[in-house]
């Protein structure tokens, strides 16, 4: 027979009574929430949507007399939502205890057996005993009980999460009404109409700086009691403003003096008041709010400045290029050139001097030089001695000079003698018309001999109808009628006997020139350098064949004044980086670039060829050449040569053959021919070679000992390829290609020191360090090498040029830099060094 349980101590009785009691009341209150939570969101939502409506400004929307009946069917939709909260039944004692046991992990309703009590009293020993231990496991399970939160099920109420929406769209009302909160609430109940009509009380005040300055409009702060600073540029405008107020007043001294009536209606409530800024002073602002005093300091619009930042430069066709630096403090409206005539004094000119529009920079704030380049080839001035000055003028219209300077206005160059004269006598015309009997003798002289000095019938009409209209003529009119006709008769003679290709080219530069001056489009001006490109092409074309045919005429191609040969490809470049130059923006460097090309084309004609050094210099431009491709061959062997031994591959070939993959009959000797082929095309360069340091003994120039290396490292490596040691070939070729390019380098050398034409100083030998041709184009290579402008590289790989922007300098570094990284050939090393590159930019 088992032991009875013991019963329950009678001091532990109420300590389990006051437990269930503390788990009976939050039961309760768990019960009454999750009964009254979902009844209670209906009136919740019902004052949020009316929240959400009162700070959206609806009731300001409505006329007064309806606001009421709009809160009163708010009212009776909250009272509706209220039904649902009055009808919650309150929790009874066996709900209580039901959800503690059914929260509680200990089994057989342990609250409710502590809460429940035996029917009558029973007398039976064993079911007392029976009783007494059910009571006594329900006690001991006391500790474990517990409530759990409570779950009221909203997510099931509510699937579309329409509380969430409402106290999101709450929130955002919040936000949107700002100060306006308060005021908006209480509008809603505020249900007697406005007395009067006006506008509600307000004063605000700004100064709007002048538009050329850029400078944004600037606040003023008019709440009195305090007295305030603001700077201002002189010329802005103060403005005043009230609504709401019959009794605004203004005063300024002299520095603001008023720029208009007041203007507005009183009666309406609105009044400005506007005022200049001149001086510094003091403006008192007074109304019903109070009075405000502002200082305004007035900060002055300074002159501009320009100054000369180099010597003026006549180019060879008649234009001038200007380089100068200017700069003001908003920013240069306009600037020029003014011309004033030298040692004319008394004689009064026909035509005014030019005046020389110079171009603005494109970075204000950039304290750079800027450049102009004027054609001044058909002014009746070109070639007068004058006096220049600059001037740069403000949006303001102040006004900024420079230093005066004395300069020959350049003019076109004339070959033939009569077209001299009679340029000379035009301008003798313009600049003294007083002293036309000078110009008239000089005609009437032309006229004596024509069999010396006018052989063609035409020019000898032209010049007898020229001198009669002088002399017949009575006004400054006819007379600048006689002058034209002196310009288009030389002009005639000079390029009478031009060709069509002639004259495209020519027209072709014009309209290039006129497109960058009016700042043309990025498209015409591509269309432009196009049609400049194949008028230039054509030109060339025809002057060679000119050439063959007369090989001892002048006009012959000849190197510029520091020795060097300007080649088509020269031309093409200069001729992308005038695009390129015009697509940024600098139209005055594209301008000086199209000079500059006009001057070479210019030279092609008027310059006579070095006789005695035709002979050479051609063999020597051959064999230029020919070492230029042959270390663009030897470059390509080499990299051929890497692929062939690269580890990779080996690490491939290994790899397939553990996998067990049997090597196809004939692999392996088509390895060995491929390395064969690769001697063979080594050998091949190695006898070139030879034969070109044979022909330089021929004509009397030192063996290079840089080809003599080359000459031996290709023999060592033409011996390694053919033995299969491809790796360390390698290493020779790359060894034969740097003694290529020494060798070469101290050809040029050479060649500068044997007939070649002298430097502009009249030195011999290479270029001084730093010079540059005709569009920049350099005499020596990064690191300060002669390079008699040959270009060494194979033509892959595109050095920018100086006058790039940085950032097309950076986009092509990194397009080079991500060409490279997609070559899977390039040894690992490489790779992770331009990987490394890539992420820091």
Request: no cysteine.
């Amino acid at each position: 027979m088992s032991e009875s349980p013991a019963r329950v101590p009678a001091r532990v009785r109420p300590m389990i009574d006051e437990r269930l009691s503390a788990l009976t009341a939050r039961a309760r209150l768990v019960l009454w929430w999750e009964a009254l939570w979902p009844a209670l969101w209906w009136p919740l939502g019902t004052i949020i949507a009316f929240l959400i409506l009162s700070l959206l400004g609806i009731w300001d929307m409505v006329p007064t007399g309806a606001r009421p009946y709009g809160v009163g069917l708010a009212a009776l939709v909250l009272l509706a939502s209220l039904v649902p909260l009055v009808r919650v039944p309150p929790p009874t004692r066996q709900r209580v205890l039901a959800r503690i046991d059914r929260d509680s992990p200990a089994p057989h309703r342990p609250a409710t057996a502590l809460a429940d009590s035996l029917a009558g009293t029973p007398s039976d020993p064993g079911t007392l005993a029976l009783w007494e231990a059910h009571r006594q496991r329900a006690a001991a399970a006391i500790d474990s009980m517990r409530v759990a939160p409570p779950r009221p099920g909203m997510a099931a109420r509510d699937p579309f999460a329409v509380r969430g929406g409402l106290i999101i769209v709450l929130a955002a009302a919040l936000i949107a009404a700002g100060p306006d909160a308060v005021p908006r609430l209480k509008s809603t109940f505020d249900w007697q109409a406005p007395q009067s009509a006006g506008l509600p009380f307000r004063i605000d005040g700004w100064i709007d700086p002048p538009h050329y300055t850029r400078l944004p409009p600037l606040l003023l702060d008019l709440r009195g009691g305090e007295v305030r600073q603001a700077k201002a540029p002189v010329g802005s405008t103060v403005v005043v403003r009230a609504a709401g107020s019959a009794d605004l007043s203004v005063s300024a001294g002299r520095g603001l003096p008023s720029i208009e009536e007041p203007t507005g209606n009183s009666s309406a409530g609105l009044i400005e008041r506007r005022f200049t800024v001149r001086a510094d002073d003091e403006l008192v602002v007074s109304s019903q709010a109070g009075a405000s005093r502002v200082v305004i300091e007035a900060t002055p619009d300074m002159a501009p400045t320009i100054t000369f930042s180099g010597e003026p430069q006549n180019n060879a066709r008649g234009s001038i290029t200007l380089t100068y630096r200017m700069g003001d403090d908003y920013g240069i409206d306009t600037a020029e050139a003014l011309v004033a005539p030298l040692g004319q004094e008394g004689r009064r000119p026909l035509v005014p001097p030019p005046r020389i529009t110079l171009a603005l920079p494109i970075d204000p704030a950039a304290d750079e030089d800027t450049r102009t380049t004027s054609d001044l080839s058909a002014s009746p001035w070109a070639g007068a001695t004058v006096a220049m000055t600059l001037v740069a003028r403000d949006h303001a219209s102040q006004e900024g000079r420079s230093e005066t300077k004395t300069v020959v206005l350049p003019q076109r160059p004339f070959t033939k003698p009569l077209a001299k004269a009679l340029v000379e006598q035009r301008r003798n015309l313009v600049l003294a018309p007083d002293e036309r009997n000078r110009v008239q003798t000089a005609l009437d002289a032309l006229l004596i001999a024509p069999e010396d000095f006018t052989p063609e019938l035409g020019v000898y009409i032209g010049l007898g109808l020229a001198s009669a209209r002088l002399a017949a003529a009575k006004s400054d009119e006819e007379l600048l009628d006689v002058a034209e006709l002196l310009w288009a008769m030389a002009l005639q003679i000079e390029d009478g006997g031009m060709s069509q290709a002639e004259r495209d080219l020519r027209a072709a530069q014009e309209a290039l020139r006129q497109a960058l001056e009016r700042g043309a489009d990025e498209e015409e001006i591509r269309r432009l350098t196009d049609e400049l490109r194949q008028a230039m092409n054509n030109f060339l074309r025809e002057f060679a064949q000119r050439m063959q045919q007369n090989p001892g005429q002048p006009n012959q191609a000849r190197p510029d004044v520091q020795g060097r040969t300007i080649t088509p490809q020269d031309l093409d470049n200069l001729l992308n980086r005038l695009e390129e130059m015009a697509r940024q923006g600098a139209t005055a460097d594209a301008q000086r670039l199209l000079d500059e090309l006009r001057n070479i084309l210019e030279n092609l004609q008027t310059a006579r060829p070095n006789q005695g050094g035709d002979q050479f210099s051609q063999e020597m431009n051959r064999s230029l050449n020919e070492l230029d491709e042959m270390m663009r061959d030897q470059r390509n062997l080499r990299d051929d040569t890497y692929r062939q031994s690269a580890p990779w591959s080996q690490q491939n070939r290994g790899g397939q053959r553990q996998r067990g993959q049997q090597a196809q009959p004939g692999q392996d000797g088509q390895q060995d021919q491929d390395a064969q082929g690769l001697a063979d095309r080594q050998q091949a360069l190695r006898e070139r070679l030879e034969e070109l340091r044979r022909r330089m003994r021929d004509f009397g120039l030192e063996d290079e000992p840089g080809f003599g290396e080359a000459e031996e490292a290709m023999r060592e490596a033409e011996g390694q390829l053919g033995q299969g040691q491809s790796g360390d070939a390698v290493d020779a070729q790359g060894r034969a290609l740097d003694a290529l390019q020494r060798g070469a380098q101290g050809l040029a050398q050479q060649m500068q020191g044997n007939g070649q034409p002298q430097q502009a100083d009249g030195s011999d030998g290479p270029p001084q360090q730093g010079a540059t041709g005709p569009g920049g184009l350099r005499n020596e290579d990064p690191l300060g090498r002669p390079t008699r402008n040959r270009d060494w590289s194979d033509g892959r790989v595109r050095i920018p040029g100086a006058d790039e922007s940085a950032a097309v300098r950076a986009r092509r570094i990194l397009d080079e830099l991500r060409r490279r990284l997609g070559d899977p050939t390039r040894p690992s090393e490489e790779i992770d060094y331009l990987e490394r590159l890539l992420r820091r930019n």
